[in-house]
Structures are given as C-alpha cells and as structure tokens.
T-cell receptor, first 115, second 108 residues
Framework: EAGVVQSPRYKIIEKKQPVAFWCNPI?????LYWYLQNLGQGPELLIR????????DSQLPKDRFSAERLKGVDSTLKIQPAELGDSAVYLC?????????????FGPGTRLTVL | GDSVTQMEGPVTLSEEAFLTINCTYT??????LFWYVQYPGEGLQLLLK?????DKGSNKGFEATYRKETTSFHLEKGSVQVSDSAVYFC???????FGKGTRLHILP
C-alpha cells in the first residue's frame, strides 16, 4: 500500500514569491493534516481536514497561507507571498478517523527554503 | 493551553544500555498520548500510544505508561541498539501537540 505522497520534496524560492505544496493521503483516509516543522522542533499543526471540511485551522496564518482539499482526497497548501521565516519542512499526514484512536501516517515532507 | 515537555537532547548511550526519555504534559480533559520516531532520512512514524490512564503502550522493545497522577509518559527500553538512533517525539491529542523531540545516539 502506498504511503502519504508529497511533492515537491524540496523547493527553493525567493521571498515574496508564491509556493504550493501537494499531498496525496493514503487511500481511504478521511482525515488529513498539514504541519510545519522548524529545525530542531516538533511538528506544529497548521490545519486538519475531515473529508473536505477544514475542522481545525486555528493555527493557519490566514493572511498568507491557504489550503484546500477538493473532493476530500488530495490537498494543496499555498503560501503567498512567502517570507524568510517560512523556511521549514511542511509535513502532510493522514489517518482513518480521529487520531486519538487511529494511527497517523506522515509523508516525507517538503523542505522549503526562502531566500 | 495544552503542552508537551520532553527532555533535551542529544542523548548518547552505549549499545545495550537502559534508555529513559522523559515526557510530561499539560492538558485539560483526558488526552491520548503518543511517541513518534523519526529515523535518519525517513518520515515520522508512530512508535506507541496510550489512550487512557494506566495504559501501557509498547512496540519494538519500547514501553511507556500513561501516568495521570504525574502527567507523564516516559519512554523506556531495556537494551538499546545502534538501530534505535533517531529523533523521538512525545505528543498528545486532541489538538495534536508535539514536544520538541529528543535526538538519541547509540554507540556500538
């Protein structure tokens, strides 16, 4: 069974440019998460989807970040415009139902460098 | 708000040594607790979990017991191997809060 797929794996952009990350969760997983992980830190939740509905986006900086999950499968996270401080690894994860009781599977992440 | 605090790393041990990585939490209600591991060059993966007080999670020789009275979920292993070298994250849910991670180095 394929795991969580993310692309691109690496992205280098200049500040003020837009950038988008794509995630394909494990087939059948209705819950999808986007995290940000800074160097030497643990992942921080940005947004959680239950199917196509964003049920927790309280930590998403909505002035520059946006996300969508059309048809409740693939998801895209966008930053526009990017700032130097956005350099980090962006992780996508999925689970079958609530994470309290179901394992969360992580993708390999996209490492973003903003110059 | 909810939070997770785990011991600072890196932790360096010799092979076959006993391992403890401390994790304490602050949460309202009754969270579920997790340990995740990130091996070099790989993504995060669930190591073990406990969903209620006094539950013990175990996997690959690692164990952790959900202690509500001390709000702790310490990770232990009786005899570590070089292959256990990785970064370990304690986490809780709902809210999905991760600790900062503890890097473990095992020397042969």
């Amino acid at each position: 069974e394929a795991g969580v797929v993310q692309s691109p794996r690496y992205k280098i952009i200049e500040k003020k440019q837009p950038v988008a990350f794509w995630c394909n969760p494990i087939s059948g997983h209705n819950t999808l998460y986007w995290y940000l992980q800074n160097l030497g830190q643990g992942p921080e939740l940005l947004i959680r989807y239950e199917n196509e509905e964003a049920v927790d986006d309280s930590q998403l900086p909505k002035d520059r970040f946006s996300a969508e999950r059309l048809k409740g499968v693939d998801s895209t996270l966008k930053i526009q415009p990017a700032e130097l401080g956005d350099s980090a690894v962006y992780l996508c994860a999925s689970s079958l139902g609530r994470v309290n009781y179901n394992e969360q599977f992580f993708g390999p992440g996209t490492r973003l460098t903003v110059l | 708000g909810d939070s997770v605090t785990q011991m600072e790393g890196p932790v360096t041990l010799s092979e076959e040594a006993f391992l403890t990585i401390n994790c304490t939490y602050t949460a309202t209600g009754y969270p579920s607790l997790f340990w995740y591991v990130q091996y070099p060059g790989e993504g995060l993966q669930l190591l073990l979990k406990a969903t209620k007080a006094d539950d013990k999670g175990s996997n690959k020789g690692f164990e952790a017991t959900y202690r509500k009275e001390t709000t702790s979920f310490h990770l232990e292993k009786g005899s570590v191997q070089v292959s256990d070298s990785a970064v370990y994250f304690c986490a809780l849910s709902p809210g999905i809060i991760f600790g900062k991670g503890t890097r473990l180095h095992i020397l042969p």
